[in-house]
């Protein structure tokens, strides 16, 4: 009424201009914006809970520490402890594991041991691993790289840890069909320890994340940034990034309604593949530049304790790496126990074994590979504001013209094995919401399918972020579980260790 009043006395041009300005902005402001700006104010609170740094870590040391890295961390080194350090005394025998020395193809489980590693692996060996390297020496320089080992080498005990459980507490079906992960151990574990009610409370609120953290971390981020990075060398998906989700949900369907199987007999192709082109182009890079190892290897050192590190001192190194590796192997997260759960095994302790490869593989092998290329080539200028994908995309083209194609390849093989493999997480979180059964798993599959389109054509900034914090909401359930159901671990470790010094597992190639 009162625009209509200024209007009618001749003021519109002053009066109105403003909201006249606004409506044509709103008007313009896309479906992503409209639904970044609704969502963000409600979801912001806890995205910023979930990953704000400890009290007085900035002004202590110079640099931020988000207390859910420190919680996984902290997790890691108790279980290294706990269990005698046993990512260094098991590790030949998660080697004979994979290989199937000990697999015999009537054990009960869906998948082989090789082919669990490789559905876990998929879910962690992603984009991180190109862009989130590249953030982690650009913010704590070359030195970030010896911390993101060390928790790569800590974190293989969460691993053993949770995937144990994940078998131990699993439940298998008639139809030869398992389920298994935080979600069952949470709430059988604790409930044989008399804390039932904490468990289920623990095992739901698990569940829920996990599904949010599928859609959204799992599934909408992977799209949208493969998307973005096949566009810079096929422009035509630049502006239709429908058309790229469509297709990719498609390829993605293909894969995840056959289940578990499916994807198992996916990934472990893709995996070692996609492995092999990034790895095989970063000891390109190394052995061209191979007199510059030694100097690589010296700035690492000495990054990691001089204080001469860029953010923070050494102190900011340790922290970019701790949560470089934190971020990238997923190691207390809970999520690779869930495909672990559905191995062929006599016994829960050898999956146990099996999954502490994976923070080796993922963090040790591949990050430290992306961390050495930048280091190596020089690429590494603080001062140039060069960081993430860009800087490693910088670092691989400078000996090797024309990686923007490897890199959109292997960005789009990362996202997709993702995809698929945090597609069967939240398909298990969501049928220990609302039961077992092939309408209900259906129904997921289309959601994940969907959400996979909407990734891929928009850019849902606080929806993103909403879903990454609800992944490391995982953590916080799930790490807690873990501490309370370590004896239990530490009894099935034992007997698994005297039934194998007896002969009862033998090998059988």
């Known amino acids: 009424m009162k625009s209509r009043f200024v209007l009618a006395l001749g003021g519109a041009s002053y009066s109105l201009l403003p909201t006249i300005v606004a409506a044509q902005e709103t008007a313009d402001m896309s479906i992503d914006q409209k639904i970044n700006d609704v969502i963000a104010p409600i979801i912001n609170p806890f995205v910023g ?106 974190g293989m005990a969460s691993k053993f840890t949770e995937c144990i459980l994940g078998v131990h507490y699993r439940n298998e079906y008639p139809d030869g069909t398992v389920s298994g992960g935080p979600m069952y151990y949470l709430s059988k574990g604790l409930s044989e320890k008399g804390k039932a009610t904490t468990g289920k409370v623990l095992a739901v609120l698990f569940a829920i994340c996990c599904i949010g953290g599928a859609l959204g971390g799992g599934n909408m981020f992977q799209a949208n940034q493969s998307a973005q990075q096949v566009a810079t060398v096929i422009p035509f998906f630049a502006e239709n990034g429908l058309i790229f989700g469509v297709i990719m949900a498609a390829v993605v369907a293909v894969v995840i309604i056959g289940g578990i199987k499916s994807i198992a007999k996916v990934t472990e192709k893709v995996v070692p593949f996609m492995a092999a082109i990034y790895v095989g182009s970063a000891m390109l890079i190394i052995l061209l530049n191979i007199g510059a190892v030694g100097d690589a290897f ?73 961390s050495l290329v930048i280091t190596i080539t020089g690429a590494w200028n603080p001062g140039d504001g060069v960081t993430g994908i860009a800087l ?15 890199l959109a390849l292997a960005a789009l093989l990362f996202a997709f094995s993702t995809m698929i493999s945090w597609s069967y997480y939240g398909l298990k979180a969501w ?45 916080i359930f ?32």
């Open 478 to 509: 799930n790490v807690a579980g873990l501490y309370l159901l370590m004896p239990k671990v530490k009894e099935i470790l034992r007997d698994y260790q005297n039934k194998l010094a007896n002969g009862e597992f033998p090998k059988v190639k």
């Open 298 to 370: 010296s700035a690492i050192i000495n990054g990691a304790f001089a204080p001469t590190a860029v953010a923070g001192g050494a102190v900011g190194a340790l922290i970019q790496g701790f949560k470089r590796a934190a971020f990238s192997n997923e190691a207390g997260i809970g999520s690779a126990s869930i495909a672990h759960s559905a191995v062929q095994t006599k016994h829960a302790a050898t999956e146990g074994y099996v999954a502490l490869l994976e923070p080796f593989i993922d963090t040790v092998v591949i990050c430290t590979m992306t």
């Open 392 to 406: 490693t995309a910088k670092a691989f083209e400078s000996n090797f013209s024309g990686f923007n194609y490897v």
């Open 431 to 475: 049928t220990y919401l609302f039961g077992e059964g092939i309408n209900k798993e259906m129904v997921f599959k289309v959601i994940f399918c969907i959400f996979i389109i909407i990734g891929a054509s928009m850019n849902l900034g606080p929806v993103i972020d909403f879903s990454d914090a609800m992944i490391f909401t995982m953590a």
């Open 49 to 154: 809970f979930i990953f704000s740094p400890l009290p007085g870590s900035e002004a202590i040391f110079g640099t931020a520490f988000p207390w859910i890295v420190l919680w996984l961390v902290v997790a890691a080194c108790v279980f290294t402890i706990y269990f005698g350090f046993i990512q260094f005394r098991g590790f030949k025998h998660s080697i004979e594991l994979v290989r199937g020395d000990y697999l015999d193809p009537k054990d009960a489980g869906e998948v082989t041991p090789f082919q669990a590693l490789c559905t876990a692996l998929s879910g962690t060996v992603g984009l991180g691993n190109i862009a989130g390297v590249g953030v982690a020496v650009y913010l704590g320089g070359p030195g970030a790289t010896f911390w993101m080992i060390l928790a790569g080498l800590l």
